[in-house]
């Protein structure tokens, strides 16, 4: 029997990459929809498994995607409630790559410190956006103290507010105008990632080349200027000035594991959710 993976997409065009990365992660046909929204998912959904009996519907499998985290998020609750009884297939969520390129971000961080972050700082840099959400999130689901920053105090707090209601964890958030705090945000820190937009510069490399106690960085930026100065995009844990090194390319190696890895998992049952938690569990068996 086919393996068919219906992608759903709030974008008016539906991504192009995540339809490649199904084919490459196992999905015989790729069936792909834009623009959509809450009310369109019932109809698609009981399309998608009313064809097929409940013992087929691990061939059945969606994906939701898009550029806008909270309307993707919305939609996999509208899917959800398609659901019934054994009507229901497996569903991934990665908005914008965000769930993929957090849970990679992060594995490279723990593995790079022995795979054990309860009780240690992390500082999530350009924290408020969809991979730093998550990536914070995440770090916090393992025990780290966790500390994101924006340049705005108003969106730190937000973004401290929907990570608590999202993972019911608590992180710090932080507002940082200059190098000068962001050099004061580290004092502590072991892990920090930087998650802001391409090309745009978040730590300089005076800021944080020989802080005391800091063992692993990454950055999720290949857009020059990098979001670290001081980190290429190929480094994969390569040592600079002592501290662990990951760059985009790197990460985004992972991330690409990951997604297949995901979207092959997806087909191996009906009855799976792959959000944020469950991608990283994945993620930290590759």
Not at 40 to 59: E, N, S
Not at 146 to 156: D, G, H, M
Request: charged share 25%; net charge neutral.
């Amino acid at each position: 029997m086919k393996r068919i993976l219906f992608q759903l997409d709030a974008d008016r065009l539906p991504s192009a990459f995540d339809r490649v990365v199904g084919y490459d992660g196992g999905a015989d046909h790729v069936v792909s929809y834009g623009g959509v929204e809450e009310g369109d998912v019932q109809g698609l959904v009981h399309g998608a498994i009313f064809t097929r009996g409940p013992k087929d519907l691990a061939h059945t499998a969606i994906f939701i995607g898009g550029s806008d985290v909270g309307r993707a998020e919305r939609l996999l609750e509208a899917v959800r409630e398609a659901f019934f009884g054994p009507f229901r297939v497996s569903v991934m969520l990665d908005p914008n790559g965000s769930n993929t390129t957090a849970a990679a971000a992060v594995v490279k961080l723990v593995r790079a410190i022995g795979g054990e972050v309860a009780g240690r700082r992390a500082v999530v840099l350009a924290g408020t956006g969809p991979v730093g959400r998550r990536a914070a999130g995440l770090l916090a689901r393992l025990g780290a103290r966790v500390a994101i920053t924006s340049r705005v105090a108003e969106r730190a707090r937000e973004a401290a507010r929907r990570i608590h209601e999202r993972f019911g964890a608590e992180v710090e958030p932080v507002p940082v105008s200059g190098a000068a705090e962001v050099g004061r945000v580290l004092e502590g820190a072991e892990l920090v990632l930087a998650a802001g937009s391409a090309g745009v510069r978040l730590l300089p490399e005076s800021a944080w080349a020989g802080c005391r106690g800091l063992r692993a960085v990454a950055d999720v930026n290949a857009v020059p200027p990098l979001g670290i100065e001081g980190v290429e995009a190929t480094d994969d844990g390569e040592e600079r000035g002592g501290v662990a090194a990951f760059g985009a390319l790197a990460i985004g190696g992972l991330k690409m594991k990951v997604h297949k890895a995901a979207i092959a998992d997806l087909f191996r049952s009906n009855d799976r959710i792959l959000d944020a938690e469950a991608i990283y569990d994945l993620a930290a068996t590759i």
